[in-house]
């Protein structure tokens, strides 16, 4: 159980290019989705979290228009970059929260990792 | 000053050996604390899941919390090459909707 997918696993687009990446719990209703990203041999840096239903939280520092975050449903959020530049080549991975399993537990999908021509 | 330290490594140790990994952290509202496993180019996978202070269990992973002196541990056993990975701690305060803080992570490397 508690399983996250993330796609797509890899992409790799010319500057400018808008890029979505979905997440989705897949046994499991998640009220509250987070999204990290992570440069090489660094720790994962928290970008937003994401209520179901509500607009998304960003962390300071997070420009809110470019990294837009839609939470539609308990077991889909979205991430889409938009216009893309070579400064947001990373890995974005998400993570989401078990709503019956207590609030705490985070599990995470296995990544994106973006490259910006 | 984070609020979470942790020796990023690299750690290198032969099959078989105890691994002890540690973190530090300075905030007394942490309550909930967490390991995670990190391989290269995949997400993170929580290993060990600890409330407040004391000792979790879980086959050759051992889970240490000690509040008074803000420090956590991991201790593996029988260490083994697929142990190989990034180890990250975090925290919560455990209020509805507190986010993880993590440390930087360590890298094992355990030697066949």
């Given at each position: 159980g508690a399983v996250v997918s993330q796609h797509p696993s890899r992409v790799i687009c010319k500057s400018g290019t808008s890029?979505?990446?979905e997440c989705r719990s897949l046994d499991f209703q998640?009220?509250?989705?987070?999204?990290?990203?992570?440069?090489?041999?660094?720790?994962l840096m928290l970008m937003a979290t994401s209520n179901?239903?509500?607009?998304?939280?960003?962390?300071?520092g997070v420009e809110k228009d470019k990294f837009l975050i839609n939470h539609a449903s308990l077991t889909l959020s979205t991430l889409t970059v938009a216009s893309a530049h070579p400064e947001d080549?990373?890995?974005?991975?998400?993570?989401?929260?078990?709503?019956?399993?207590?609030?705490?537990?985070?599990?995470?999908?296995?990544?994106?990792r973006l490259t910006v021509l | 000053q984070k609020e979470v330290e942790q020796d990023p490594g690299p750690l290198s140790v032969p099959e078989g050996a105890i691994v002890s990994l540690n973190c530090t952290y300075s905030n007394s509202a942490f309550q909930y604390f967490m390991w995670y496993r990190q391989y290269s180019r995949k997400g993170p996978e929580l290993?060990?899941?600890?409330?407040?202070?004391?000792?979790?269990e879980d086959g050759r992973f051992t889970a240490q919390v000690d509040k008074s002196s803000k420090y956590i541990s991991l201790f593996i056993r029988d260490s083994q090459p697929s142990d190989s990975a990034t180890y990250l701690c975090a925290m919560s305060r455990g209020t509805s909707g507190?986010?993880?803080?993590?440390?930087?992570?360590?890298?094992?490397t355990v030697n066949p």
């Open positions: 890029v979505k990446i998640a009220t509250t989705m987070f999204w990290y990203r992570q440069f090489p041999k660094q720790s179901e239903g509500s607009k998304a939280t960003y962390e300071q080549s990373s890995f974005y991975i998400c993570s989401a929260r078990d709503r019956a399993g207590g609030e705490i537990k985070q599990f995470f999908g296995p990544g994106t | 290993l060990m899941y600890t409330y407040s202070s004391g000792n979790k507190s986010r993880l803080t993590f440390g930087e992570g360590t890298q094992l």
